[in-house]
């Protein structure tokens, strides 16, 4: 199985209908799962080392491991200042205000799964 979005268990009632603002509000409640985040850590690692044959250093997968690790902790509500680093004072938007900004973004995704050729364009 190719790695997931996230470290939750899908949660009852999203439908193709469902908006962004819906998806976020289902998934917030929803606890995270260790076990889902190193099994998506495995399946990433996988995809880039196996899969694609990307020749990566232990410093490159820990860098990933790095990101991917401050997704689980902040989840949608991650933003430029998360991890302590960074400007803004804490005024930057979250993924969850990019996303909501843009109420047609799951409708583009969900058009370009059904394009032709849609997954060779996939990591």
Do not use: C
């Not at 985040?37 to 880039?48: G, P, S």
């Not at 902790?73 to 804490?90: H, K, L, Q």
């Not at 938007?93 to 364009?121: C, E, F, G």
């Amino acid at each position: 199985m190719g790695p997931r979005p996230n470290t939750k268990k899908r949660p009852d009632g999203l439908t193709a209908a469902s908006t962004a603002r819906d998806v976020f509000t289902a998934y917030e409640n929803v606890a995270t799962s260790e076990a889902l985040y190193d099994e998506n850590l495995k399946a990433i690692d996988d995809l880039l080392t196996k899969k694609h044959g990307f020749a990566l250093s232990e410093g490159d997968l820990h860098g990933i491991e790095y990101v991917y690790g401050k997704f689980y902790d902040f989840g949608p509500g991650i933003n430029y200042t998360s991890s302590g680093g960074g400007y803004g004072y804490g005024n930057s938007p979250t993924y969850w205000d990019l996303l909501l900004l843009q109420p047609d973004v799951l409708h583009v995704l969900r058009i370009a799964q059904k394009m032709p050729n849609h997954k060779q364009h996939l990591i």
